[in-house]
């Protein structure tokens, strides 16, 4: 296992475009989390799942914003209808569980340019 | 405004000085996390710390977490160039909202000059 993967690395769409993000976590890591970084600050969180459950959603999940995770396996985070503000790093990180001990190992984001 | 405050936001030092960075917030953490993230690529777990008081060591870098559980600090003794990076401190099971995801701070930016 490599660790966690996302693809694209960088995205460039048109304001009011769709677009969609996958992220593969180590594999035996049941929980997968999204968040949001832009520059100069820290990530933000938007979501995470425990297996294909999403048991937790940020206020700064819009209703343009839909993430799954079908099988408890790979996830997606589609955004629709984007706008200049979406313009950010987008970071999955999982982990093997729930606990202070168990720290999250981020994939390398995709960066997300709307023009 | 972010819920754990770093400071300071932005070093610049030459090789060969100490450092230290502080994270602070005014709700408590059941335990607090530091990560360092190099431009480009995701952050990278450096530390756990859960007790209290705690302080551990990782090399020439040294983690405290208060007595409180409400704020941390990350230590560098002679930094070097290869130290250069994004420290991220992050905060783990919020008391006062139940939040069981990680919640970042604002970030230090660390430049060290050779």
């Known amino acids: 296992d490599t660790g966690v993967s996302q693809n694209p690395r960088h995205k460039i769409t048109k304001r009011g475009q769709n677009v969609t993000f996958r992220c593969d976590p180590i594999s035996e890591h049941n929980r997968l989390y999204w968040y949001r970084q832009t520059l100069g600050q820290g990530p933000e969180f938007l979501t995470y799942f425990q297996n294909e459950a999403q048991l937790e959603k940020s206020r700064l999940l819009s209703d343009r914003f839909s993430a799954e995770r079908p099988k408890g396996s790979f996830s997606t985070l589609e955004i629709q209808r984007t706008e200049q503000g979406d313009s950010a790093m987008y970071l999955c990180?999982?982990?093997?569980?729930?606990?202070?001990?168990?720290?999250?190992?981020f994939g390398s984001g995709t960066r997300l340019t709307v023009v | 405004t972010q819920l754990l405050e770093q400071s300071p936001q932005f070093l610049s030092i030459q090789e060969g000085e100490n450092l230290t960075v502080y994270c602070n917030s005014s709700?408590?953490?059941?335990?607090l996390q530091w990560y360092r993230q190099e431009p480009g690529e995701g952050p990278v777990l450096l530390v756990t710390v859960v007790t209290g008081g705690e302080v551990k060591k990782l090399k020439r870098l040294t983690f405290q977490f208060g007595d409180a559980r409400k704020d941390s600090s990350l230590h560098i003794t002679a930094a070097q160039p290869g130290d250069t990076g994004l420290y991220l401190c992050a905060g783990a099971g919020r008391e006062d909202t139940g939040r069981r995801a990680l919640t970042f701070g604002s970030g230090t930016r660390l430049q060290v000059q050779p």
């Open positions: 709700s408590v953490f059941s335990s």
């Open positions: 990180a999982s982990s093997p569980g729930q606990g202070p001990s168990y720290g999250y190992t």
